[in-house]
């Protein structure tokens, strides 16, 4: 349990590229309706489809050559149009294109790579140093933090992490020298040799692997680790550091499994994660892909970077480009727009996190409906955001990090990810936990905890499962290739030992055992668990059920109601309220009852205080 709450914030992070210039209204708009806090990115470097994140010229010119005068321009330009305004200032540690050319190492795709560079590490902690000394001298007053980034998107992202390199080659050994390691030989090629197993590796026979994939992380982490230090080093005490890091759960993302070193040598304040990751559809709950026990037992916050793609939003990047499909599938009309932003704040609010709005490619709220909405959450938010008390969910989501390690097919990994996505779908909320943070735990409230990833088990944890989760009366589920290594041994009867399922049988389907204090739940293949039977399992655990047909996240003091299509509908609380009100409307929707009903627009999204 952490020592004390943390204080969420409400902020706007302007647009990329040119698209800044294009929406100094909308910044207008946002200092009317109250918003102070101002994400600005003044960076070196370009992204992915190869424009440059920033409109204005480079601040970083040469090895150690800068030109504070454009970040001096960038903060003033929006003065002009939010006088008040307090900052959060991305560094961008990126390498900028001259930099990256000179030195033939491009750390937006090979951070773990750069990390063992001397002279791009050297000329980086300098422009690290400069930038912090400049602005803390000069702007020190209207900064409220740093977020300190690098990586593709500057999310610390490299996707070929375990691709090998000349430096990483020659450092491996001396890593597993420190470690204590088995000083073995450097892959000579990613993820292109035949494996003993389809999906995990084995850790008899594969030991090098598992190895590699530990040292690349680890690389990643150090650079974290170093970049986090120096910063403190630089700004005031009240300052405070973020990093889009630590997306552990997000199967597809390399880079980041070592989190939780940086997290207890480095701790930043606040950990990002864009709202993209997860999906958008309406009718079901949002999502985040923080792991929020990892993060508030350590007391960090995490910031929801909403991104979704309104139906006003542009997309049109260049006259050849114009993004679409994927994670740029935006809402249909205003009307979803509407209800959409509504149930991501109401999720913020109830799970005590802090949130943007980021207008990437500017267009995003601009509709007279939307900024109604903008402008009343801004006032929502200073009442209701310290209220409440965090997440009452009684489903626990489980990533352990050393099976992570063991896992090879990604997509299959991939796959734990798409069962919360199924999980948010039938409109349940979940929290989420690394293995780690089960110890320090009190699972007393979770009816339902589903294991991702479990392919690693020992003796230790096995006690520690038989002991503390499954117990209760609780639903424990498992997937994939659960416990098949055992106290480092690969057997696929150790899947049978922990689940009892025996491999023929495992393969279709689900399996439900009742055990004596307990029920157990076996998916081999987690798509054979649908929205619709993850629902009845969360029934038949006894997970309160707030609403049916309709999406909710709850804490003690608030209740957030989502759902496609509109009427009346009927929610239970587990407790009685001496008083209901729906926040953004200001109505007493009911007093002294523990049942109500209320209206919903079709779509809608109602946020409940309890008094």
């Not at 599938?329 to 979803?336: L, S, T």
């Amino acid at each position: 349990m952490m020592e004390k709450m943390l204080s969420p914030f409400l902020a706007y992070r302007l647009p990329y590229g040119k698209f800044l210039h294009q929406e100094w209204e909308t910044l207008e708009f946002m200092r009317d309706a109250g918003i102070e806090l101002v994400s600005i990115s003044p960076m070196n470097t370009v992204n992915s489809v190869g424009d440059a994140y920033s409109d204005y010229p480079l601040i970083w010119k040469w090895d150690t050559v800068y030109d504070f005068s454009v970040l001096d321009r960038q903060m003033e330009d929006v003065l002009v149009h939010h006088p008040s305004a307090r900052f959060l200032v991305t560094v961008d540690l990126n390498s900028p294109i001259w930099l990256a050319r000179r030195l033939s190492i491009d750390s937006f795709y090979e951070v773990s790579n750069c990390s063992l560079h001397k002279e791009w590490k050297t000329l980086t902690l300098g422009y690290l140093d400069a930038f912090l000394n400049y602005t803390e001298s000069r702007r020190g007053s209207r900064i409220e933090g740093y977020v300190i980034a690098c990586g593709r998107t500057l999310e610390w992202i490299e996707s070929q992490n375990r691709k090998p390199s000349i430096l990483k080659n020659l450092h491996f050994r001396e890593w597993c020298e420190q470690n204590g390691l088995p000083s073995l030989e450097p892959p000579l090629v990613a993820d292109e040799v035949p494996h003993c197993h389809p999906s995990v590796y084995d850790p008899e026979k594969e030991v090098a692997a598992v190895q590699w994939t530990r040292y690349v992380n680890g690389l990643t982490a150090n650079l974290v680790i170093e970049f986090i230090s120096a910063a403190r080093k630089r700004i005031r005490p009240e300052a405070k550091i973020g990093v889009f890091y630590s997306h552990i759960r997000n199967g597809g993302i390399l880079g980041h499994l070592d989190c939780e070193r940086v997290l207890d040598t480095a701790p930043p304040d606040f950990v990002l994660g864009a709202a993209c990751n997860r999906p958008a559809e309406i009718g079901g709950n949002s999502g985040y892909i923080g792991v929020t026990a990892m993060l508030r037992r350590r007391n960090i916050n995490f910031l929801f970077e909403c991104d979704r793609i309104t139906s006003t939003a542009n997309l049109k990047m260049s006259e050849f480009v114009t993004l679409s499909g994927g994670i740029w599938e935006g809402w249909k009309n205003e009307d979803e727009d509407v209800a959409g932003l509504k149930r991501e704040l109401g999720m913020a609010l109830v799970n005590r996190l802090s949130f943007w709005f980021f207008n990437i490619w500017g267009g995003m709220y601009r509709t007279p409906a939307v900024r109604a909405l903008i402008r009343r959450a801004a006032d929502v938010w200073k009442t209701y955001a310290p209220r409440s008390t965090g997440s009452a969910a009684e489903i626990l989501l489980v990533i352990d990090p050393e099976s992570c390690y063991q896992l090879h097919n990604y997509p299959l990994g991939r796959k734990a990810l798409f069962l919360e996505n199924r999980i948010s779908a039938a409109g349940l909320p979940a929290d989420t936990a690394t293995w780690e943070d089960l110890r320090e735990m009190d699972l007393s409230s979770y009816r339902m905890i589903v294991f991702e990833n479990l392919v690693v088990l020992s003796s230790e944890k096995e006690a520690l499962l038989r002991d503390k989760v499954c117990t209760g009366g609780r639903t424990v589920v498992f997937l994939h290739e659960a416990g098949i290594i055992r106290n480092g041994v690969y057997a696929e009867e150790n899947v049978e030992k922990l689940t009892g399922i025996g491999s023929r049988e495992a393969q279709a389907g689900f399996h439900v055992r009742k055990q004596k204090d307990w029920t157990m739940v076996y998916a081999f293949d987690a798509d054979a668990l649908t929205k619709e039977k993850l629902f009845r399992l969360a029934e038949e655990a006894k997970v309160h059920i707030y609403v049916r047909n309709a999406a909710f996240h709850a804490s003690a003091e608030l209740l957030s109601v989502h759902c496609a299509e509109g009427g009346v509908r009927e929610i239970h609380l587990p407790f009685r309220a001496q008083r209901i009100v729906e926040i953004f409307e200001g109505r007493v929707v009911a007093e002294n009852t523990d049942t109500f009903t209320d209206s919903f627009r079709s779509p809608g999204t109602n946020i409940y205080f309890f008094q």
